[in-house]
């Protein structure tokens, strides 16, 4: 496949310290998930700081009805295509459900995450999985501790909600997020909370936060691919949908279809011509030919 495009990854974050940089500098983050080659290839092109491997790949590309379902074999097959789209960006792989259930588990899931191309690791977790995020740092991973709304578990906590809207819930988000940063995470990721919340957590700690629907005050922000091009029915509400993707594709298949079905495709420039005149036997042979 040639490659027309011309990338601009010399300007976008490639380190955790360069996203710090951009942090301390009071640089916005654009971050969006990417699940493919060449979608990668495209985000890294546009500029794009951080591209997210996301288990909602499992909802968005693979049709499932949660993230929960994926698996760590698809997210290392996903996050290779997106390193190999994407060479000279920041890549933060998603560790799926059941991946991190104990340290050692961890260890072995995140190594193979970075083993496929990513930069860091993000995983879903609460204050009685500090140990996993001490044990990822004190290996050596760069974490990325996603707190609030957690896709992982809406089939058993909770649903799809925003969380942190009563004192008593945003004090547990924003004591979380400390004590995950004391244990080691170097970033934080905040889903579906108050903008009050997310200044809250950015005033205690010293990290790179994101929000997926938290409000301006974070560092950065993600939305998910599928959501930005148009493809989900009922977006959650702070998904701003910036192009009409699918009508642009149904329009090309449909065109495809009727080309196919009018005889215009394959038109005489798309054939292959014989190298070497074909012969009588040839004309027998097309003669003998079954009628369909
Ligand atoms: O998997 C994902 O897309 C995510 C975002 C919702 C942040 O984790």
């Known amino acids: 496949m040639s490659d027309g495009s011309k990338s601009s990854t010399d300007n976008v974050p490639k380190t955790l310290d360069d996203l710090n940089a951009m942090r301390r500098a009071g640089k ?32 968005t590309v693979l049709g499932q009805d949660s993230t929960a379902t994926a698996t760590l074999d698809y997210m290392c097959l996903i996050t290779q295509a997106v390193r190999r789209g994407a060479l000279g960006s920041f890549v933060l792989a998603d560790m799926p459900a059941g991946s991190y259930e104990v340290s050692e588990q961890a260890i072995a899931t995140a190594g193979r995450l970075r083993a496929a191309g990513a930069d860091a690791v993000k995983l879903e977790v609460d204050r009685s999985q500090m140990h996993i995020v001490e044990a990822l740092a004190g290996a050596g991973f760069v974490l990325c501790a996603h707190l609030g709304l957690l896709p992982q578990r809406v089939k058993t906590e909770g649903g799809y909600r925003a969380y942190g809207r009563t004192r008593s819930e945003a004090m547990e988000i924003i004591e979380t997020a400390v004590a995950m940063r004391r244990a080691g995470a170097a970033m934080l ?52 949908t910036f192009a009409d993707v699918p009508a642009v594709m149904l329009q ?41």
């Open 252 to 292: 090309a298949a449909q065109r495809y279809v009727a080309a196919v079905m009018q005889r215009q495709y394959p038109a005489a420039k798309h054939e292959y011509s014989m190298k070497e005149p074909l012969g009588e036997s040839w004309s027998q042979l097309i003669a003998n030919k079954p009628k369909r």
């Open 189 to 240: 990721l905040l889903e579906a909370v108050p903008d009050a919340v997310s200044e809250a957590v950015i005033s205690q700690v010293d990290c790179v936060v994101l929000g997926c629907g938290a409000g301006k005050s974070c560092h950065g922000h993600v939305l998910v691919w599928h959501d930005v091009l148009g493809f989900t029915a009922k977006p959650a509400k702070f998904v701003e």
């Open 28 to 59: 916005p983050i654009a971050m969006l998930t990417c699940y493919d080659f060449p979608t990668a290839r495209l985000l890294a092109q546009a500029g794009v700081h951080i591209l997210l491997v996301g288990d909602s790949a499992a909802m």
